[in-house]
C-alpha cells in the first residue's frame, strides 16, 4: 500500500487543495497531478500544499500533443511544452508525461506524425534536461491512434526514449493502454529502468460513447493485474503506482469514497 | 477494380441471392459470404446462386471463439468449426476466416486464453487440410482483446500461422484492425504467401456505443489505404480485396448504393 498514488484525473472533480487533503485523510503517499487543476489553484500554491502535507508528486500529466502540421501551431506546442517542462520542475514531479497526439488535422500521414513526435522530442529534451525533469512517453491503446496519440505500444514508446539519456525520457507503463499486447511481457523486461511510470486502471466493457471515459476501477474488468505489476518490478522499477480513471461514474462519487475503494483494490494489484 | 470484392457483412440486410444479384448488376466478381445468410439460404442453394452467376467467394466468414473453459463448449466449438470447414469446401471459398474469440467468461488469463487458439488450431487444422480449405487467423483490433478476439496483432497472427503448410492456414490483413500497428509493413513483407485475405474499411471517430458498428467506407476515415495495398500486393497477395463494413448507416442505405460507392471509393485503395 505504501506505494499506492492518486492519479488526480481518478478525482477530477477535486481542486488540488482537496485532493492533497484526500490523501492525507488516506494515507496516500504521492499524486500525480493535472495541468488544468495546477493551473486554477495556481502553481506555487500547489507546489506548497503537496510539501506542506508531505506528499510526493508522483507525476504531472501532460504534455505532448507535439502533431501539428502548422510551423505556428507546432512551435506552440513545444513553448507550452517548456512550460509544463517548468511547472514539473517546480512541483518537484517524478516525471512529465507526455501524451503524442494524434493524426494532425486533414491528415493520413501515420509514418509522418510519428515522425512528427520524434522531431519534437528532439528538441524538447534538451530543455527538460537542463530543467532535470524526466520526460515519460506514453503509449496509448490503439484506438486512440487516430485522434489522440500515434504512439500505440511500449515498443514503439521505448524505441523513441531510447535515443536519449535514460534520466531524460523513459516510458509509461499503464495498464489500461498496454494489458492486451501480445510483446508486453517482453518489452516491459526490455523497458527496465526506462519505466518511468506505472499506472493502473481496469479495461472495463462496454465502451461508453465517450471512449476516453471508460476505465474502471482495478478489479471491475479484465485485466489480470498482478502479473503485470510483478514484471514491471521485476524490470526495476521502484516508483509509485498511480491509480488513473477516467469515468464519468467514478468522478460523481465522493472522492473519500473513491480512494477507499483505490486502497482495497491494491490488493489485486500488489496481493498481500 | 478487378479485384474488388463484397463482403456480405456490407450489405447485412441482403439474402445470398440478393448480394449475388447486386453483385452482378454491380460488375463485382467476387464475395465474402457469411455463414448466417448462408445458412438462410441453404448451403447448396448457396453454392448454386454464386456459381451460376459465375461469382468468387472470397472468403467465409466465420469459424474461430475457441476460447472456452469448459469441455463440451470447446468440443461444440470445435464442432461448428468443423461444419464451418465443410461449408467452405461447398462454397469453394478462398479461405475459412477465423476470429479467435475473447477472454472466457470470468477469465482474466489472457496468456491462458491464447493457448486455448493455438490448441483449437492444432485440431481443426488436420480436418481443413483434408477437406482443401485455407484457414485465415484475423486479428482484431486490440479494442477487440478482452471480449471477442484475443489475436490482436498480425504478428500474433503470424506466430501462430507459421507452425502449419502455407496452404492450411494464413492471416486475414483487415485495415480496420491493423492501420495502427507501428509493426505493420514490416509484418506484411514477413506475412508474404501467408496473406490468405485483404479487407478494407477505413477508422472512423467518435465510434458509435455499439464498437463493432463503427467502421466506414474507404476514404470516410483515417486511413491511409493505397500505401497498405502496395505492401500487400508487394508480398505477393493477388487475391480479392474485400469490402467489409459493419455499420447500422451503411446497412440502411440501399444494397445498389453501397456497392456503388465502394467502387468509387476502391479508387483510393488502388489509385488509377
Request: charged share 20%; hydrophobic share 50%; glycine share 10%.
Amino acid at each position: 500500500m505504501k506505494r499506492l498514488a492518486l492519479n488526480q484525473a481518478t478525482t477530477e472533480r477535486w481542486t488540488v487543495a482537496e485532493a492533497v487533503d484526500g490523501c492525507v485523510r488516506a494515507g496516500i503517499g504521492a499524486i500525480g497531478l493535472w495541468r488544468r487543476q495546477v493551473g486554477e489553484a495556481g502553481l506555487a500554491a500547489s507546489a506548497a500544499a503537496v510539501r506542506a502535507a508531505g506528499l510526493h508528486v508522483s507525476s504531472l500529466c501532460r504534455g505532448g500533443f507535439f502533431t501539428a502540421t502548422d510551423p505556428a501551431e507546432r512551435a506552440a506546442a513545444l513553448a507550452d511544452n517548456r512550460r509544463a517542462v517548468d511547472e514539473a520542475a517546480e512541483l518537484g514531479a517524478d516525471v512529465l508525461v507526455l501524451v503524442s497526439g494524434g493524426l494532425p488535422p486533414g491528415s493520413r500521414d501515420l509514418p509522418g506524425a510519428r515522425a512528427m513526435v520524434a522531431d519534437a522530442l528532439d528538441e524538447l529534451v534538451p530543455y527538460a534536461l537542463r530543467a532535470g525533469v524526466r520526460l515519460g512517453i506514453e503509449p496509448l491503446h490503439p484506438m486512440f491512434c487516430a485522434d489522440r496519440c500515434v504512439v500505440s505500444t511500449l515498443d514503439q514508446a521505448l524505441n523513441l526514449a531510447l535515443r536519449y539519456p535514460t534520466e531524460a525520457v523513459g516510458v509509461v507503463v499503464d495498464t489500461y493502454h498496454v494489458w492486451w499486447d501480445p510483446d508486453l511481457y517482453a518489452q516491459i523486461a526490455r523497458a527496465g529502468d526506462r519505466i518511468a511510470s506505472f499506472q493502473v486502471c481496469d479495461w472495463v466493457v462496454p465502451l461508453p460513447a465517450e471512449m476516453l471515459l471508460g476505465r474502471g476501477h482495478v478489479g471491475d474488468g479484465y485485466i489480470d493485474f498482478a502479473p503485470i505489476a510483478a514484471a514491471v518490478d521485476a524490470a526495476g522499477y521502484r516508483g509509485w503506482v498511480e491509480v488513473e480513471i477516467f469515468n464519468e461514474k467514478v468522478w460523481a462519487t465522493p472522492g473519500d469514497e473513491t480512494l477507499r475503494v483505490m486502497r482495497e483494490r491494491f490488493d489485486l494489484v500488489y496481493p498481500p
